[in-house]
Nanobody, 121 residues
Framework: VQLQASGGGLVQAGGSLRLSCAAS????????TGWFRQAPGKERELVGA????????YYVDSVKDRFTISRDNAKNTVYLQMNSLKPEDTAVYYC???????????????WGRGTLVTVSS
């Protein structure tokens, strides 16, 4: 079972990036998928989540109206579209999945390696 986040990089403030979370050995379409981030010296925090069907999404206030989570169950992939990026969005971004998970990281059973997003001012 493996989750892999990809698509990170260096971007200027105001720019956009799209992260992907691909799964192998795991059927994401039956699980809630969350995106988390961890900045240097800080705790890992939830960015947002999407239900297995894609019908429900959740975002923390700091990214609302800037970030969008979507999923393509046919590709077993979940995406995080990040627009209007700010320097404070700089972090390692992780995706995670869980059957009965939503806004608490402890509810997620499967975690992938992160991808670094750096936003320059």
């Amino acid at each position: 079972v493996q989750l892999q986040a990809s698509g990170g990089g260096l971007v200027q403030a105001g720019g956009s990036l799209r992260l992907s979370c691909a799964a192998s050995g795991l059927t994401l379409r039956s699980l809630t998928t969350g995106w988390f981030r961890q900045a240097p010296g800080k705790e890992r925090e939830l960015v947002g989540a999407i239900s297995w069907s894609g019908a429900l999404t959740y975002y923390v206030d700091s990214v609302k109206d800037r970030f969008t989570i979507s999923r393509d169950n046919a590709k077993n992939t979940v995406y995080l579209q990040m627009n209007s990026l700010k320097p404070e969005d700089t972090a390692v971004y992780y995706c995670a999945a869980g059957l009965r998970a939503w806004d608490n990281l402890h509810e997620y059973n499967y975690w992938g390696r992160g991808t670094l997003v750096t936003v320059s001012s």
